[in-house]
């Protein structure tokens, strides 16, 4: 089975550092983008960025860039979130999601993984 | 770029069909059958039931429907079930020089 499975709940304070991630199974790893959408408590979606795992080439939403580091290590199948600095505002569900629908392009994401929770208080 | 425009909320009985917009931009909706629809029940990840404005993934079924006109793209939704309850999302293609997608604020349908 094709998934992708995150990691756990993370609970932080302001200005730490963090790392999340996202490790795929079931499938080359290679073969598709893995993206990241967040969505803030209550909230509508709202895509961050993407990676191509095969060469970690990367593309940001402009909301994003700056802010968070997409990153993945395909010897070991995963893609990872991070933030240097973690603001209240980043507390949210972030989702991985890869498009793997045979012969549509890269924005149908119909692989999702489970999401992980990063609250973000003092 | 702005997200873009679903309507807060669509309801309605069983049996029925409802449609919900989502009005975007020459950039985006409009230049592109890049349209997507996803559906997330509470507490769980989003779903594509629509790729590419009307096509449907293996598995959806066919009472769900996609179009677009315009700038603006339609989910619809036949024969109403009590399951497919849920928030809705359209998602855009926009980029011009680099990947980009853009989503849609979402749409809460009630099954009456």
């Known amino acids: 089975e094709v998934q992708l499975v995150q990691s756990g709940a993370e609970v932080k304070k302001p200005g730490e550092s963090l790392r999340i991630s996202c490790k795929g199974s079931g499938y080359r790893f290679t073969s598709y983008w893995i993206n990241w959408v967040c969505q803030m408590p209550g909230k509508g979606l709202e895509w961050m960025g993407r990676?191509?795992?095969?060469?970690?080439?990367?593309n940001y939403s402009p909301s994003f860039q700056g802010h968070v580091t997409i990153s993945a290590d395909k010897s070991i199948g995963t893609a990872h979130l991070q933030w240097s600095s973690l603001k209240a505002s980043d507390t949210a569900m972030y989702y991985c999601?890869?498009?793997?629908?045979?012969?549509?392009?890269?924005?149908?994401?119909?692989?999702w993984g489970q999401g992980t929770m990063v609250t973000v208080s003092s | 770029q702005s997200a873009l425009t679903q309507p807060a909320s669509v309801s309605g009985s069983p049996g029925q069909s409802i449609t919900i917009s989502c009005t975007g931009t020459?950039?985006?909706?409009?230049?592109?059958?890049?349209v997507s629809w996803y559906q997330q029940h509470p507490g769980k990840a989003p779903k594509v039931m629509i790729y590419e404005v009307s096509k449907r993934p293996s598995g959806v079924s066919n009472r769900f429907s996609g179009s677009k006109s315009g700038n603006t793209a339609s989910l619809t939704i036949s024969g109403l079930q009590a399951e497919d309850e849920a928030d809705y999302y359209c998602?855009?293609?926009?980029?011009?020089?680099?990947?980009?997608?853009?989503f849609g604020g979402g749409t809460k349908l009630t099954v009456l």
């Open positions: 020459s950039s985006d909706v409009g230049s592109y059958n890049l």
């Open positions: 990676i191509d795992p095969s060469d970690s080439y990367t």
């Open positions: 998602c855009s293609y926009a980029g011009s020089r680099t990947f980009y997608v853009v």
């Open positions: 999601a890869s498009s793997s629908i045979p012969a549509a392009g890269d924005d149908a994401f119909d692989i």
